[in-house]
């Protein structure tokens, strides 16, 4: 085949260049206990999150199994096993190792057996859609991004029915196990297959592994998601980049919205990367009550003391989430939506009277692109399409209005220049770093070893990764532990509930004790793009360090 | 002081990363002929790119002297001297290694020499404001990206009084020379300061350097500007992502905007490096005086044969400099203006009557959004701001509603999501490749040695870059060569040409070659993060040795 670079990915038709053929040939290191033999040692009887009576009511078969921790010596059967794996829900780098973590302990533990990919995510299950996944096949995906090996999807198995047409498809492929790649989500889903596989008297098991980029799925046995740290290696590259055009422009503030809707995870994150003037963390501004006018304010006075300082310039990182968690902002959106759904908007502006007061307020501060935003804009269901709103540009132009005023006022004499950047999509499927790497494959590989010793419900679980990777822990936390309950339509729903960023954590505080100094000074730091070889490539995630100290 | 990560910059306040300290730490090559004593060989006698008697009356001083290469043997006089660096206009990654090379050479081969940064550009000799360049002052910026080491600046030395600054300076400072790195106006006006030096008498003699990442000041002798080849890894790496996610994904198509106003280089290197299914080049939009229309007819046409063929995503780039192209956009631009500067618009709609038929018509085409963009926004001068008009989302709007007519009438048949992107800043400012940081180093210390043998109003130009570094050839091009005139009120102002895509040349008929075969297949390749060690760190920029072969 004709290429004007790289070389041709074996096995397919498509292309790879050389930084993801040098990947490709990285041996992964394992964990020492998955390199000998090990037992799968029981811990204590669990409970739940919360509300454990009711978790226990839904779980009837699994509720109360002990997590599990594996020891070296002893050794489990030989025995081959039919394998089904699943993707969930959105990309995160990584994914494809925790299937040759899989695959590779099979092939060394449990020679003869067979492994399925499901295809598009969970509806592969319900439709019985797989591909056999040899190592041939799997082998050209090795330390590679995205998801494109088996593909991923959406879709819930949460039917009677559905339920149903999974229990064919376990029994049609006679499998022993299958492994669900997915957020908080998408193990409750492992987790409720696993309890109705075991009800209904099927022999296939069920193992999770934790992924999501936003870093919300975490507990004491799962110190990260993985695809956490390459996103926001990548992300703080570019941050770092902007930084350093900052510094030589001497004319800019770049508001950057970086991904993470429920958790800021990622904007702390990147901020302790990378030392940005300002960063607004979602949870902090809920715990607060913070408005919207008080953000732009906290972002104008920083701006306006910085002017002080000569300094016409700088970096504000904020979450893709904000507005969630501003209270005033959510309560417009509800009022907006009952107007829009009863009545028309006129040109007047009439329909202005139905808000209330404080909404009315809000509304009118709003950049007038905005308001248009939220009238005109509404998904299938006619609510406002709260994703589609540009967070960053709304508060540069809301922090360029009020510097505006302040300028009358002789407060500020500067020219305010905000440019606006969204990272978001860049970072979900670049190469795995080989944090990531390593990470995913201890995880896949620990998941395999979980379901070849006969047990169910349980979340891969791999820790002390602060330790050189032969240090790590391997393990598996039952899922059920993990949960608390939500009434939804008169019924109780189990959770995970998402990992929010604690304002009394380590990671937090860490930030909290810098940030004037980063406000006023200017700390910038550039990671740079990540690097696969030499020293630099072996630097470990900076908050899970941090957060690891913490829970130590 | 205290960091989170990092390292504290050497004499610095900031702090910096592992691979900021890294890339500090490595040595940078030379090419052979610099390595030993050499001589300075005259070529023959040069002319003008165009109406060579005009720019010998502008220049009557330094018109027709030849260009110059070094060859081995021989040596220069051994003398101090006292050198002024200026950094002018935008940002490319490896201006900091052009200056660590003027003052490398100027260490080795003319000891005792003065080295002067002046600073925040031009206005920097105007005022003569500067700041001394030492060894220990400029260390930490080696092989750093950025120009906050003196930081650059857009002002032109124009005026008659302007010329007295700079001459005022020069003699102030006793200036053996100056070296301008910047682009092409850059570099006229430091051939017209040269010239005015020369004819005032002044020994202070100019060299020019090629800098800009849109890669559009170029010629037979100086193959490429720098920055070029980092923004374009470092937009290719975060093509390559969108890449992976668009297959693993399978619902989005992206579209790309990309850095580059005036020429549609950085479009069609990226396109060579990553594949795209489509990639718009200016220049041939232009050639083929193609309208908004047909740009959007021949994405959406290519969207209907990839849904026909199974695939609902994709990856579309767009230059930066697009709407530039398109003579009815620049019609109606020019009628907005026209109409804005003498009335007002009506919310009826009445002031469109104004408008000429053809561009009327293209006015009722465009999306809502950019409507409103184009009569709202305005300069200072009230003119529209091009600049300010989101290519990308126009023709995500307009493909979209072109789409939605194709469902009606039953020709397309999928969902078409959309999602914008604006790819610039992160990659000015980037560490500069291994590539821009050797070839920038050779650049200051080519630009040194022209300055030591008495030569002024050359441009440094290094080449043979296809070949390893030791055998890269080394010389100065005469600045008149590559100029022509523009007649600006009534008199004919020095121009270097914007180097143009060359709908003839190798790089864009390769591109032409393959683009049918990417558009409807997926030949996307991922180049991953720039690397720094090891073997993938020496893979050479893609679209530079295409052009090479092409001169050769």
């Known amino acids: ?77 030989k025995q081959s096993l039919k394998i089904g794996i699943v993707l969930s829900g959105g990309q995160a780098p990584g994914g494809h190792n925790v299937i040759c973590g899989i695959l590779d302990y099979l092939q060394n533990r449990a020679q003869g057996s067979t492994v399925y990919g499901f295809r598009g995510g969970p509806v592969g299950i319900m439709k019985c859609k797989y591909v056999q996944l040899t190592y041939e096949f ?28 999974a229990r064919e498809t376990a029994k049609k492929l006679d499998l022993d196990g299958i492994v669900v790649i997915g957020g908080d989500d998408s193990n409750t889903n ?31 046995e799962v110190p990260i998601s993985f695809g956490f740290d390459t996103a926001c290696k990548i992300y703080s590259e570019m941050i770092g980049n902007l930084m350093v055009d900052a510094r030589s422009t001497r004319k800019y503030y770049h508001f950057v919205r970086l991904m993470g809707r429920a958790a800021s995870h990622i904007t702390l994150e990147c901020a302790l990367q ?101 009238l005109l804009e509404r998904d299938p269901h006619g609510n406002v399409q709260v994703a589609k709103i540009e967070t960053e540009k709304m508060l540069t132009q809301m922090v360029e209005v009020e510097l505006e005023n302040r300028k009358k006022e002789g407060k500020y004499k500067k020219d305010f220049k905000g440019l606006a950047h969204f990272f978001g999509y860049e970072g979900r499927c670049g190469l795995p770093s080989t944090f990531d790497s390593n990470y995913c494959y201890a995880l896949g590989y ?22 050189p990777v032969e240090d790590w822990t391997v393990g598996g936390t039952a899922l059920t532990s993990l949960m608390n309950v939500e009434r ?23 930030f909290a004790s810098m940030r004037n100094d980063w406000s006023l000074k200017n700390r910038y730091i550039n990671p740079g793009p990540v690097q696969f070889v030499g020293p630099t490539s072996k630097v470990i995630n900076h908050t899970l360090m941090l957060e690891l100290g913490s829970q130590a």
């Open 446 to 467: 620990g998941a395999a070893a979980l379901l070849h010793s006969g047990k169910t419900g349980l979340i891969s679980s791999v820790g002390n990764l602060g330790a």
């Open 488 to 510: 939804r339509h008169g019924k109780f729903k189990p959770v995970i509930k998402k990992a929010m960023v604690e304002l009394e954590g380590a990671p937090f505080k860490k």
């Open 1 to 77: 085949m004709p290429t004007t670079n790289g070389h041709v990915k074996p096995g397919r038709s498509e292309v790879y260049s050389e930084v993801q053929t040098s990947r490709l040939k990285v041996s992964l290191p394992l964990p020492s206990v998955l390199k000998s033999s090990f037992d799968v040692v029981d811990g204590r009887k669990s409970s739940a999150a919360g509300n454990p009576d009711e978790i226990a009511k839904l779980f009837p078969k699994l509720f109360g199994q002990p997590s599990v921790s594996l020891k070296a010596g002893g050794s489990l059967p």
């Open 274 to 374: 990378t030392h940005p003037n300002i960063a607004i963390i979602g949870e902090e501004v809920a715990a607060q009550k913070q408005t919207l006018k008080s953000v732009t304010n906290y972002i104008t006075n920083i701006i306006g003391k910085r002017a002080d300082a000569g300094y016409n310039y700088g970096i504000i990182l904020i979450p893709e989430g904000l507005i969630d968690f501003i209270p005033e902002v959510q309560q417009l959106l509800a009022e907006l939506n009952e107007i829009l759904a009863h009545g028309v908007v006129d040109q007047g502006g009439a329909w202005k009277k139905k808000l209330r007061s404080q909404s009315h307020e809000l509304f009118e501060m709003l950049p007038k692109a905005i308001q248009e935003q939220l």
């Open 190 to 220: 492992a987790c409720l297959l696993a309890e109705n596989f075991r009800a209904n008297g099927l022999k296939t098991r069920v193992i999770g592994c934790p992924k999501t980029i936003d870093g919300d799925l975490k507990c004491k």
């Open 138 to 165: 799997v082998y050209p995906y090795r330390n590679q991004g995205g998801f494109d090996m088996i593909c991923s999807g959406r879709d819930k198995i949460e039917t009677p029915e559905q339920f149903q047409q």
